[in-house]
């Protein structure tokens, strides 16, 4: 487990191709751990037929919906909350 | 990019809430994927992972899509050949056309 609750993180950038359960909407995108959920095989290795093993730690993530989306309106205080599992996640050292 | 079901986030115009009457086909593809799934020969994932690489996602409705991913995988694990699947289609189409 790498991430602990209320670490930042940022969510990869990354293109992968195949099964991938991390939306595209997030990726690149600063957050933090707002708890970690546990620890389950890696459903892009299941979607496959594969056995998913090592089993791989899932966090429920929390952004700040002014974040995300360009032409937000809303409250700074309105949050969005994701399941994103550990790979798809860097810690974050900015400020934001 | 994301694949055809990532579309969270994308522009689109108002969500039709409409709701239809589940038909008696539909109840039978969620049985089958029940019953694939109890024997061990269909997982969640598969099934997810086969839907979003359907071709013809976005001209088919929601169990459309279950159906066809299933075939997909049935075909890909090597349970059922295409052949099997269309005889057995063509021979329930001729009893449904019986009088």
Redesign the interface.
Known sequence: MTFEPGDRVRVLAA?KP???RT???LKGKAGWVESVIGTFPN?EE????LS?LPQRPLYKVGFRQID??DAYTGSAEDHLYADLYEQWLEPERGTT | MGGVHDMGGSPAGPVDKGQHEVEDWERLADAINGALGAKGLQSTDQHRRAIESLEEYRDLSYYERWVAATEKLLLEKGVLTSDEIDERAAEIERRWNEP
């Open positions: 293109e195949g099964h991938v939306p595209e909407y459903p299941l979607a496959y037929g998913g995300l989306w």
